[in-house]
């Protein structure tokens, strides 16, 4: 155990059973109210891969949905790995600095991922690593709410003046990421000493936490149990800037551009509620009425702290207009659609 995840455990870390290291909450559930007033949450399930070389931005163009050639050094965009059929195998958070591009992903992913990229690279001037390992970069908090961006001017002054743009300071590197609960959100990285110096006195959480943030910013992340599953428009990430239709090919760029513009896109992402039940990222959804077959999937879900599940859900049209979904089976519980913190193209609805 290094000295982030002892000082974590010193603060009533619960972990996850299953995966080591990786923190749920501190002993409760926040709910989006507790998240709302102003939050912390150490993120230890996110990996970081370091791209360096004078061709990494050339390689990386040449891989993923988005504009890595003009990602400015105060930038942070989406961006997603497709298959050769335009399924999404990783969605990415991304920025970069002088000399290195940074990818974030699940670390669930993250090893495998890395591999895979690293054998696309041939003779380009480009080498990935573990960013995750590097002092840095060790320590990953998430802060939001209407309290958190007090405290972090008093940190570090100037904070990024909108969403997607970040710092760099002595204190680390603070992105701005989408607002949700009407008030900014920011990932801080830094090293163990300095997080454990600064650890800001907000409503404590974990993963749990971060990702229900993440679900009602309407941001989806791709998981080990969403793999290859949806095309980048079904969970909605041309809308978030995740994808660049104007720059060259990549893996999947044929099937995601005739997606975009010949109207065959029949599916997107909502944000819903489930009351009284456990959801998992992957589980189907289905339509009464229409029994035989899912209307869609779980992208990704969180406990909300009142005993149920908030979801970001890709449904087929027809079922996202009628709005009756069922967790799991016709019969299950119910998915109360909500409304979208941002706006679904009218074509589509």
Same mark, same amino acid.
């Given at each position: 155990?290094?000295?982030?995840?002892?000082?974590?455990?010193?603060?009533?870390?619960?972990?996850?059973?299953?995966?080591?290291?990786?923190?749920?909450?501190?002993?409760?559930?926040? =709910? @989006?109210?507790?998240?709302?007033?102003?939050?912390?949450?150490?993120?230890?399930?996110?990996?970081?891969?370091?791209?360096?070389?004078?061709?990494?931005?050339?390689?990386?163009?040449?891989?993923?949905?988005?504009?890595?050639?003009?990602?400015?050094?105060?930038?942070?965009?989406?961006? !997603?790995?497709?298959?050769?059929?335009?399924?999404?195998?990783?969605?990415?958070?991304?920025?970069?600095? @002088? $000399?290195?591009?940074?990818?974030? *992903?699940?670390?669930?992913?993250? /090893?495998?991922?890395?591999?895979?990229?690293?054998?696309?690279?041939?003779?380009?001037?480009?080498?990935?690593?573990?960013?995750?390992?590097?002092?840095?970069?060790?320590?990953?908090?998430?802060?939001?709410?209407?309290?958190?961006? /007090?405290?972090?001017?008093?940190?570090?002054?100037?904070?990024?003046? =909108?969403?997607?743009?970040? &710092? $760099?300071?002595? *204190?680390?590197?603070? #992105?701005?990421?989408?607002?949700?609960?009407?008030? %900014?959100?920011?990932?801080?990285?830094?090293?163990?000493?300095?997080?454990?110096?600064?650890?800001?006195?907000?409503?404590?959480?974990?993963?749990?936490?971060?990702?229900?943030?993440?679900?009602?910013?309407? &941001? %989806?992340?791709?998981?080990?149990?969403?793999?290859?599953?949806? #095309?980048?428009?079904?969970?909605?990430?041309?809308?978030?800037?995740?994808?660049?239709?104007?720059?060259?090919?990549?893996?999947?760029?044929? &099937?995601?551009?005739?997606?975009?513009?010949?109207?065959?896109?029949?599916?997107?992402?909502?944000?819903?509620? &489930?009351?009284?039940?456990? /959801?998992?990222?992957?589980?189907?959804?289905?339509?009464?009425?229409? %029994? !035989?077959?899912?209307?869609?999937? +779980? +992208?990704?879900?969180?406990?909300?702290?009142?005993?149920?599940?908030?979801?970001? +859900?890709?449904?087929?049209?027809?079922?996202?207009?009628?709005?009756? #979904?069922?967790?799991?089976?016709?019969?299950? @519980?119910?998915?109360?659609?909500?409304?979208? %913190?941002?706006?679904?193209? @009218?074509? $589509?609805?």
């Amino acid at each position: 155990m290094n000295n982030w995840n002892e000082y974590l455990s010193s603060q009533g870390a619960r972990h996850d059973a299953t995966v080591p290291g990786v923190v749920a909450d501190f002993g409760k559930a926040l =709910t @989006a109210a507790d998240l709302a007033g102003g939050f912390v949450a150490p993120i230890t399930d996110q990996g970081l891969i370091a791209v360096r070389g004078e061709e990494a931005a050339a390689f990386l163009h040449s891989q993923l949905t988005n504009d890595v050639q003009h990602l400015g050094v105060h930038d942070v965009r989406l961006a !997603g790995y497709c298959t050769p059929k335009g399924r999404l195998q990783a969605s990415f958070l991304m920025w970069r600095t @002088a $000399d290195t591009i940074y990818l974030q *992903l699940p670390r669930e992913l993250q /090893a495998a991922l890395q591999k895979r990229l690293s054998m696309f690279v041939m003779r380009a001037k480009a080498k990935l690593s573990d960013a995750s390992l590097e002092a840095p970069t060790e320590a990953v908090l998430g802060l939001g709410g209407a309290a958190a961006g /007090a405290i972090l001017e008093s940190l570090f002054g100037a904070l990024p003046a =909108t969403p997607y743009a970040r &710092i $760099d300071h002595a *204190l680390g590197t603070l #992105v701005r990421v989408a607002d949700a609960f009407g008030a %900014p959100r920011y990932l801080w990285l830094t090293s163990s000493a300095t997080a454990q110096a600064h650890f800001p006195a907000l409503a404590l959480g974990g993963n749990d936490a971060w990702r229900l943030s993440e679900i009602h910013a309407g &941001i %989806p992340q791709i998981s080990l149990a969403t793999q290859e599953q949806f #095309v980048p428009q079904m969970v909605n990430f041309e809308l978030l800037g995740g994808v660049n239709f104007k720059k060259g090919c990549y893996p999947g760029q044929e &099937i995601v551009a005739r997606s975009q513009y010949l109207g065959k896109l029949k599916r997107r992402t909502a944000l819903a509620t &489930i009351a009284g039940a456990s /959801a998992q990222a992957g589980a189907d959804v289905f339509e009464p009425n229409d %029994p !035989g077959q899912p209307c869609g999937m +779980v +992208v990704n879900a969180a406990p909300n702290g009142l005993g149920g599940s908030d979801v970001l +859900v890709e449904l087929k049209l027809a079922a996202l207009e009628q709005g009756q #979904v069922r967790l799991g089976a016709p019969d299950g @519980a119910p998915v109360l659609l909500l409304p979208m %913190p941002y706006a679904l193209d @009218a074509l $589509d609805l």
